[in-house]
């Protein structure tokens, strides 16, 4: 990745400069990292380990939670590179939600699983309010009948603006959801549109009404920089508008272009780059979206959220996640990890629902790592939150992290992205809003340099 932009103003539009490097680009390709080591090292040959981790006995007192996948949309947005359908009738949606519903089920009798309870739960997609009030609630039912959240500290659900009624709102809180994210991802009609996006702004500020109604816990919003069309002006306009929604807390991604999303087919058929913002047009609207929000009163939480602190709970699904919770997915393509295996489900609609319908598990392929790879998967994901606690690392891995990964700390020292004081290690903003790029200086030297995904 290139360097960051040093300069305070923001490059005047998103279109690429004809001098920018290569390296200045935004080419084809996954950014965001999510998992260590990366999924394309993940084989079937791995399956039977995570089934004999499911069998075997609890040992220790890890955090639980649930994803659910809800696959459906009303439209596919061009850079979403997720296992999602849009051409699917109330029938379909109704197998899948029995096949979600029996796999959760499949699970609740493992041996590693008996007498658990779910600390979080995740509904994504996907467009987890596709689903009716009435499919919602069927869903729910069917899963208590193995399994409850009752106990989760957290229940976050996914929604897409254009598919909210009021009367759906207050199903979704029926079902004890405690976190509603809201996919905003612009302000401008006329970007929303040629990203492919299915609402249009009026129905995110009628939909907000509803949402405040309703009456969450908490309330997230999501935005996106850098989308196909997007320029300085409109940026700093959804940003002044995301204000005003007064959330509880912002997520703010700079747009990539993942392989097998629509924008990435088209630039490669015709042989050129995404029409999308360069990263270091990115990365400075997202520092001075950062800005403001911090103006008016929010902190930042890692390297894509701002959280209102005074009123604002907490990231379970987050924190849990990143540092080393058990997680079970269910769904289509959906992933786990469970007890030192990762693993991830059949990704296509077929294989998913054959082999719940045979009582099987649809485990696809899957990832046994060593204690070493967790240690780096935890190191990797808690430094997005902008720094990480050695003290942590210590007592939970026996590892001194600023001896084990001196090197890498050293380079990014250089560069101008960390800095090390009393033996905290912290990211300046400049590594923060490029965290993403920097993380492979951790990888064990085989997993550098491959496909991530």
Not at 39 to 47: A, I, L
Not at 233 to 244: D, H, L, N, P, S
Not at 405 to 424: C, H, I
Request: charged content about 25%.
């Amino acid at each position: 990745m290139p360097e960051v932009c040093k300069k305070k103003q923001m490059p005047v539009d998103s279109t690429e400069p004809a001098t920018a490097s290569p390296l200045e680009k935004t080419e084809v390709g996954s950014y965001f990292v999510s998992n260590y080591p990366p999924y394309s090292t993940w084989s079937s040959d791995h399956v039977p380990a995570a089934l004999a981790a499911l069998d075997k006995p609890a040992t220790d007192s890890r955090p639980l939670g649930l994803y659910l996948h809800i696959p459906f949309c009303r439209k596919r947005c061009k850079f979403c590179y997720f296992r999602v359908y849009t051409d699917k009738n109330a029938s379909d949606v109704e197998v899948y939600l029995e096949s979600l519903a029996r796999e959760v089920a499949l699970y609740a009798d493992r041996a590693a699983l008996k007498g658990r309870q779910f600390e979080y739960v995740y509904f994504g997609g996907g467009t987890p309010s596709f689903l009716s009030a009435k499919q919602l609630h069927s869903l729910i039912d069917r899963i208590n009948r193995h399994w409850t959240w009752s106990a989760a500290r957290e229940v976050t659900f996914e929604c897409e603006p254009g598919t909210l009624q009021k009367s759906k709102l207050e199903a979704i809180k029926q079902i004890g959801v405690t976190r509603l994210s809201l996919g905003v991802e612009h302000f401008d009609d006329e970007v929303l549109q040629t990203n492919g996006r299915a609402h249009k702004s009026p129905e995110i500020f009628r939909a907000w009404d509803w949402i405040r109604e309703v009456g969450f816990r908490q309330v997230n919003i999501d935005l996106i920089a850098g989308m196909v069309g997007d320029s300085e002006q409109k940026w700093r306009e959804t940003v002044a508008r995301a204000i005003t929604l007064d959330a509880d807390s912002v997520t703010i991604y700079q747009m990539e272009v993942p392989f097998n999303s629509i924008i990435a087919k088209e630039s490669l058929l015709a042989l050129a780059g995404p029409p999308v913002a360069n990263w270091v047009t990115k990365r400075a609207w997202v520092k001075w979206a950062f800005e403001q929000f911090e103006q008016a009163g929010y902190e930042v939480s890692s390297a894509y959220t701002l959280v209102r602190r005074q009123r604002h709970a907490g990231f379970v699904y987050r924190d849990s996640l990143w540092h080393g919770s058990d997680l079970i997915g269910a769904g289509v393509a959906s992933f786990s990890h469970f007890a030192g295996v990762h693993y991830q489900n059949y990704d296509t609609w077929e294989a998913y629902v054959e082999h719940v319908s045979e009582g099987t598990l649809p485990i696809h392929r899957a990832l046994p790592v060593t204690r070493r790879q967790l240690l780096i998967r935890e190191l990797i994901l808690q430094l997005k939150t902008g720094h990480i606690d050695p003290a942590y690392f210590e007592g939970k891995f026996g590892i001194s992290v600023a001896k084990e990964f001196a090197d890498a700390l050293a380079t990014l020292r250089a560069d101008g992205f960390v800095a090390a004081n009393n033996g905290d290690i912290r990211l300046s903003r400049e590594g923060l809003l490029r965290v993403d790029s920097l993380l492979p200086a951790f990888y064990e030297p085989q997993y550098r340099g491959i496909r991530y995904t």
